[in-house]
């Protein structure tokens, strides 16, 4: 999305989780092994119901709160019986991770958790210039008030540079950044409510200004590989930054020269939009497809994600056990 001025204010911010109960529906949810669901879509909406965020902020919104105590036989149903349920489980997935991502939300909100959505990428305009966009505006089934959600899902390498002593964590796009995307959250998409061009269009629409901003980023963390990358390119051990969740969904990282020499047998190319929670397929590992992928890499010098799977001996299904990206020689090259 783009950005705007940083407005003067504040929002209001979820009351603080303090924990679920034994029936909350989260708890049975998170527990259970998601590649039992067949269906894609059914399985990304069941990642999206508990997956860690990256960044764990008082604004933060947490689905697992709202859910209703029988989400997980829809989504049983859903997965049974796609037709039956939200078009997008049904729908040509889109290769355009952000798109695919927000119309899984919308389904989420009005299928799974009751929210009422008012508008979707409402553009905010200025005399000159378009100031940016509200990702969503909704009404909560709860409070019956107006929220404006963020939502965004990202992917991020940690790199340590050796001159300063930092860490970056880096998107493939080594130009997109998690502290830029942070702050960028935080400060900028988070505030937009507060511009007065903002309540101008709201008021077009006939929808009250929204009393509280929540953002949903959930996502991975792609660590160095330990060991032999640490030898022959001394990088260190790195830690998770301070906002991200301990519980982090988390994978690692690797060069291409570093993977050519290593067994590839059992990996899989993972393509967009099917880097949402894990992998599952019921054909062995196709070994030309991942030796395309790799060369893919030198030619466009763009990192790709790998899952390594195993064979289930009960579904004889082929499961992830992790996940990685692999990245040309000279990245992050910035």
């Avoid at 259970?32 to 902020?57: E, K, N, Y």
């Avoid at 009422?116 to 019956?144: H, S």
């Avoid at 330990?226 to 001394?234: I, R, T």
Wanted: contains cysteine; negative net charge.
């Amino acid at each position: 999305m783009s950005t705007g001025p940083t407005p003067t204010g504040s929002v209001s911010t979820e009351p603080a989780f303090t924990g679920v109960s034994e029936t909350h529906p989260a708890t049975s949810l998170s527990a259970i092994d998601l590649t039992q669901f067949r269906v894609p879509a059914v399985r990304h909406l069941a990642w999206m119901c508990h997956a860690p965020q990256l960044l764990d902020s008082g604004l933060s919104f947490y689905p697992s709160n709202h859910l209703a105590n029988d989400v997980f036989a829809t989504l049983l149903q859903w997965d049974a019986h796609p037709e039956i349920g939200p078009a997008i489980l049904t729908a040509i997935a889109k290769p355009r991770l952000g798109l695919y991502f927000e119309e899984l939300y919308e389904c989420l909100l009005t299928n799974l958790l009751g929210f009422e959505v008012l508008a979707r990428n409402l553009q905010i305009r200025g005399a000159e210039r378009t100031l940016g966009e509200l990702d969503f505006v909704v009404r909560n089934p709860r409070t019956r008030q107006i929220e404006h959600h963020e939502v965004a899902v990202k992917f991020y390498l940690g790199v340590y540079k050796q001159g300063s002593g930092a860490t970056f964590w880096h998107g493939p796009n080594a130009i997109d950044r998690l502290d830029l995307k942070t702050r960028s959250l935080l400060e900028q998409q988070s505030q937009r409510t507060l511009l007065v061009e903002t309540a101008a269009a709201l008021q077009v629409l006939g929808i009250a200004q929204p009393v509280a901003t929540r953002i949903f980023m959930p996502g991975y963390l792609f660590y160095p590989l330990p060991g032999a990358l640490d030898e022959e390119q001394n990088i260190r051990p790195l830690s998770a930054p301070p906002q991200v969740p301990a519980n982090h969904e988390r994978g690692h990282w690797f060069y291409l020269d570093q993977a050519r020499r290593g067994d590839t047998h059992d990996w899989v190319h993972l393509q967009k939009p099917h880097w949402l929670g894990p992998w599952v397929q019921t054909e062995a590992p196709d070994a030309l497809a991942t030796a395309t992928a790799l060369d893919a890499i030198e030619a466009t010098g763009t990192p790709r994600l790998f899952a390594h799977v195993s064979i289930d001996p009960v579904t004889n299904r082929w499961k992830e056990t992790e996940r990685f990206f692999i990245v040309p020689t000279h990245w992050p090259n910035l």
